[in-house]
Each structure stands twice: as structure tokens, then as C-alpha cells.
């Protein structure tokens, strides 16, 4: 006798309800992190006019003040983010639109730095080499809006990823030239966003890396993306890459770099902001300050670009996947592939990352050999032997490294 694919109890609801009154059901039964994937799908907003005015037409908008919108993970298909699918987050209000670069200028300084210096844009590009990466971008609270009890802040989904091509020169150049010491610690910045109170004295963000971190190789002060300058939206005419890390430390709009002697305490380096539990803690608990740590480098984590979640398709079918992983500041070693809830997994053909800190492209073939829904999901692993969780990791108060198994929803008829 044939053995049902999917436990009877969610058969039973399937045959017995419409698709929506189905999924508010199943969400009854099943752990709060593991919502089939079809419910949370069907959340997905409409075009707002506010992005198509943007040039992000296609993008969901979670907040316009400050502007934030994620891409749904269909749109993340490119090996090479594109500007008009790369997520828009903000602490503050962007500069307007009339920044001129030929007036800008960054200024180094701070406690550990030996020759405080104001540079323009032309002299950077003149002064130093130049370099072209691909580099990772994560917004630290990507994911959030699966934890339960929910964490306060935007609630994104899977899209506050990006991987686009940067062209700038290394931070750790420019420091070289300023003279951090040995007393040098943690290297911080300051944009030229402002803060929503409109109080100039208030930095909406300030955050910063350790001194090793911001001396790698693939730390960047950028002013082109994919070719181009980069748009005002993401940072123009200058701003930070640090790949690998929450996104946050990549500060847009860039008129400062401070050689700290200690940890920078500037706007979102205290607090909760961009901290997690150092121990595991119970989910809804409060944490003391005292108790968090700063976040450093981003989970293991793999996203589903190719089908779109909700497609039908007809059983029998080979169906082809594609996606990407990455891992901050590990590489990826390997991505499975489930279409059984997690009960077995095929291994996906991995591509090798273009360079350090990039995302690794996976693709896969799947059988669906029988009519009903599936759910299709992807297991990252490291190059430390670290796989993405099944479940919601780690609950913290503010939603933050959210890795668990990506999931889109197929229905083979």
C-alpha cells in the first residue's frame, strides 16, 4: 500500500478546507518558526509607488521612515545583484539628491590616528589603487520576522541580502597613510544621513569593525557599484564594504573614518542595537545590557532564487533549482537539498566563490514523482562544518541572525 508523503493530519486539512483557511490551520500544528512556506508567501505586498519612483519597482517596502524595502528572493536570481534589486535599508534620512562628488571630501582622524587628513574624491581615486570586488551585503536582522514572540524592529524576511560588484580602494590603505598606531582598536564612520529628530548634533548611525577587521583585504572604501557610481540610494559618492559582517558597519554616505583607541561607542554600537545574548537565553527573555555581544561575522545561510515560492508544476518533473549561499566570513563547503520536510537530503552542485566574501552560486535537480505540495529546502554548511538550522536559531530581543533553512512552496499536479 502507498504510504502518504505528508503526515495525515495535514492531508486531511488539505482536502478539507480552501488553500488560505488550510494555511491558518496548519499554523496551528506545527512550530511557530516553521509556518508553511506557501502562508507566509501569500503576506507579500504590492508594488508601492514610492520605489517604482526609486527604480525598485518590483521590491516590498517596510518602512518609508527611514526608507527600508527588501527583494523578494525571486528577484536575487542575478550571480550579481543589479541596483534595482538590491535591498534599501536606513537608520536615518538620506542625503538629497543634489550631493556633488566633486565636492565631497572624507576626513580621517581620531584618537589612534598619527596624521589626522582630509581627502576629496578625486584624491582618493588618485592617491591609491583602485580594486574591484564582489562582496556580501546582510542586513543583521535579515529574517527577523520569523521569530516568535517577535522582535521588534523591520520585519524582513529573506531579500536584505545583496552581492554586487564594488570599486574602491582598501580602507586599510588609507590607514596605513594616516598612521594608526599601535594603540589603534576599532576604526568607526561617520555618513552624512541625518538623524529623524532632524537634530544635527545626532548621528542616526556609527558603527565600526576591530582594527584586524578593517585591515582585510576585502574592506573597502567604494565609489562605483557594478561599473557605475554608486546611486544615491546605496551610499553615493563614497561609502564602506565590509563584507561579511551585519551590514550596518558599512556605512553610506561617508564623510568620516575615526582610529579609534577603544570600542566605538557611537549611535548603534550600544545597547541592544546590532547585539545578541552571549549565552542562549529562553525565547521572550530580557537580556541586561551588560549581557549582549556586538555581532561580528554572519551565519551560514542559502537562499532559493529559482523557482518563485508557489509554483505549479506537473508531477513527474525534474525541477530545476538554483540559489545562493554564503557564510560571512567562512565560504560555503557544501548546500543539500530536501523536498521531504528534512527528512532526507541530495547534495546541490556548489560553485566556488569569485572571492573571498562573495556568495556561492548552488544549483540542483529535484524529483517531484507525485501529485500534492512540497516544500523545497536548502541546508548550507561552512567550511567550519556549521549547517543552517532547521528551526529559528537563537532568539534575541531585537531579531537578529536569523539562519534558518530557506523554503519555497511547489505543487505538483
Not at 91 to 107: C, E, H, K, Q, Y
Not at 201 to 210: E, F, L, M, Q, W
Request: hydrophobic share 40%.
Amino acid at each position: 500500500m502507498k504510504q502518504p508523503r505528508l503526515p495525515m493530519a495535514r492531508r486531511r486539512l488539505l482536502q478539507a478546507a480552501t488553500a488560505s483557511t488550510a494555511w491558518r490551520s496548519l499554523g496551528t500544528l506545527i512550530h511557530a518558526g516553521l509556518l508553511p512556506t506557501a502562508s507566509v508567501a501569500a503576506q507579500a505586498a504590492p508594488t508601492d509607488d514610492l520605489l517604482a519612483k526609486l527604480g525598485k519597482p518590483q521590491l516590498h517596502l517596510l518602512n518609508d521612515r527611514p526608507l527600508n524595502a527588501e527583494t523578494p528572493a525571486h528577484l536575487l536570481d542575478d550571480a550579481i545583484t543589479p541596483a534595482n534589486r538590491f535591498f534599501v535599508r536606513n537608520n536615518g534620512i538620506m542625503p538629497t539628491a543634489a550631493v556633488d562628488p566633486d565636492a565631497w571630501t572624507l576626513r580621517v582622524s581620531g584618537e589612534a590616528c598619527a596624521k589626522p587628513t582630509t581627502f576629496s574624491l578625486a584624491e582618493l581615486k588618485d592617491r591609491f589603487p583602485s580594486v574591484t570586488l564582489q562582496l556580501q551585503l546582510e542586513c543583521g536582522g535579515n529574517g527577523r520576522a520569523e521569530f516568535r514572540p517577535r522582535a521588534s524592529g523591520n520585519q524582513w524576511s529573506t531579500g536584505a541580502i545583496a552581492c554586487p560588484q564594488w570599486t574602491g580602494i582598501r580602507l586599510a590603505d588609507v590607514l596605513k597613510h594616516c598612521g594608526a598606531t599601535n594603540q589603534a582598536v576599532y576604526v568607526a564612520y561617520k555618513g552624512a544621513d541625518t538623524h529623524l529628530s532632524g537634530d544635527a548634533s545626532k548621528d542616526p548611525i556609527s558603527r565600526g569593525v576591530p582594527i584586524a577587521k578593517a585591515r582585510e583585504a576585502e574592506a573597502l572604501l567604494a565609489y562605483q557599484m557594478n561599473g557605475e557610481p554608486i546611486p544615491l540610494l546605496h551610499g553615493a559618492p563614497l561609502r564602506l564594504v565590509i563584507g561579511g559582517w551585519p551590514g550596518s558597519v558599512s556605512g553610506k554616505w561617508l564623510t568620516d573614518i575615526l582610529i579609534r583607541d577603544r570600542v566605538h561607542d557611537g549611535a548603534k554600537m550600544t545597547g541592544n542595537a546590532y547585539r545578541v545574548p552571549c549565552d542562549p537565553v529562553a525565547p521572550g527573555a530580557k537580556v541586561a545590557a551588560e549581557d549582549m555581544c556586538i555581532i561580528e561575522s554572519m551565519p551560514v545561510k542559502s537562499l532559493i532564487t529559482f523557482p518563485q515560492s508557489g509554483v505549479q508544476v506537473a508531477k513527474g518533473t525534474e525541477l530545476e533549482l538554483r540559489g545562493h549561499a554564503w557564510a560571512g566570513d567562512r565560504s560555503v563547503k557544501r548546500v543539500d537539498i530536501s523536498t521531504d520536510f528534512g527528512a532526507t537530503w541530495q547534495k546541490a552542485k556548489l560553485d566556488r566563490p569569485v572571492n573571498r566574501l562573495a556568495w556561492q552560486r548552488f544549483h540542483a535537480q529535484v524529483a517531484l514523482p507525485d501529485a500534492g505540495y512540497y516544500e523545497i529546502w536548502a541546508k548550507a554548511t561552512d567550511s567550519a562544518g556549521v549547517a543552517q538550522p532547521m528551526l529559528v536559531p537563537g532568539w534575541n530581543p531585537k531579531g537578529y541572525l536569523n539562519n534558518a533553512c530557506h523554503r519555497i512552496a511547489v505543487q505538483a499536479v
